[in-house]
């Protein structure tokens, strides 16, 4: 099949490598790539996981104008109910976006149904083609276990959107095992576990653990996740397909006695990590590791940036 992703354009670089290390996990291949789309094909991939993508869509048809797109290939698709959108990709489109909505919906056969339709089509316009496109999931979806929405939190956690595109970097697919060494409330167990990844979480706060045991219980995935109050440090559990986490910083973090030196030693991290597989580590600065492969600065507000480091181990 192949995909249509238009990114957001929150944090350069972020949503790009997102959808790439998707991409790269059920062994697609990115066909095309211009200002904030992503063209790809595979097979069995999930672009329901992606957090920085606006539209995640399957691409039926593209064009120099609607009069070329092959409408036809609209009917094969079943539904009762419709509606056709049009998205300017640049300020000087091919083709003015209205009279592509209406001939595009012209030519399908259903009821058009602007508040809940049972399929969307989209038409994405470039300065020189449309790409028509059937939405598979969009932006908002992913914001139902937001912090506000669960029964634990502390001023650290980590939002469902942060969360979900740190692991999706790590380019781990469901089954596979993850472990998140400072779990606190359980923010990245949460959105790993909705993906049908296996998690571990630890953490050495009695009460985050259990605030974290809570969170998972009330968004009904015990069944996938495991928090154990821990020093990771003298943790001796086994390799895991992906290590992510945020390294505590910040005034409501505790180190427990540990020294920022201890608790950024990423060393330990790669101790339990199976070989070919990746970390993805938050810090509040920039960390020297061997084996880092992308780095980018999050801007959160004038005083304070975290920087997400992925890690590949030999």
Not at 83 to 108: D, N, Y
Request: charged fraction near 30%; glycine fraction near 8%.
């Amino acid at each position: 099949m192949k995909f249509f992703f238009y990114l957001t354009k929150n944090h350069p670089g972020l949503p790009a490598a997102e959808a790439k290390a998707l991409i790269k996990a059920f062994d697609g291949k990115v066909i095309k790539e211009f200002d904030n789309v992503l063209i790809a094909e595979a097979k069995g991939l999930k672009p329901e996981r992606l957090a920085l993508t606006h539209f995640s869509c399957e691409l039926i048809d593209e064009a120099e104008s609607v009069s070329n797109l092959d409408l036809a290939k609209l009917s094969s698709f079943p539904f009762n109910s419709f509606s056709v959108e049009a998205v300017k990709l640049t300020e000087k489109p091919v083709q003015s976006t209205q009279i592509i909505k209406k001939r595009v919906g012209s030519r399908i056969k259903g009821k058009v149904d602007l508040e809940r339709p049972e399929i969307v089509f989209r038409a994405f316009v470039s300065h020189d083609k449309i790409f028509l496109t059937r939405q598979i999931s969009k932006y908002s979806s992913v914001e139902e276990r937001r912090v506000n929405s669960r029964p634990f939190s502390h001023p650290a956690s980590c939002q469902p959107r942060q969360a979900r595109t740190l692991v999706n970097l790590s380019g781990i697919k469901s089954g596979g095992k993850l472990l998140d060494p400072f779990c606190g409330s359980g923010g990245i167990l949460l959105e790993a576990a909705s993906m049908g990844v296996e998690c571990t979480g630890l953490d050495l706060d009695g009460k985050s653990v259990e605030g974290a045991r809570e969170n998972v219980e009330f968004f009904d995935l015990g069944e996938s996740v495991s928090v154990e109050q821990a020093d990771f440090f003298e943790w001796s559990g086994g390799e895991f397909d992906a290590v992510v986490s945020e390294l505590p910083f910040g005034k409501s973090s505790k180190l427990f006695g540990r020294t920022k030196k201890e608790v950024f030693d990423v060393e330990k991290v790669l101790d339990h990590l199976k070989p070919g597989c990746k970390a993805v580590l938050v810090a509040p600065e920039e960390l020297e590791v061997p084996g880092l492969q992308q780095f980018f600065e999050q801007r959160i507000h004038k005083s304070l940036s975290k920087f997400v480091h992925v890690i590949e181990k030999d």
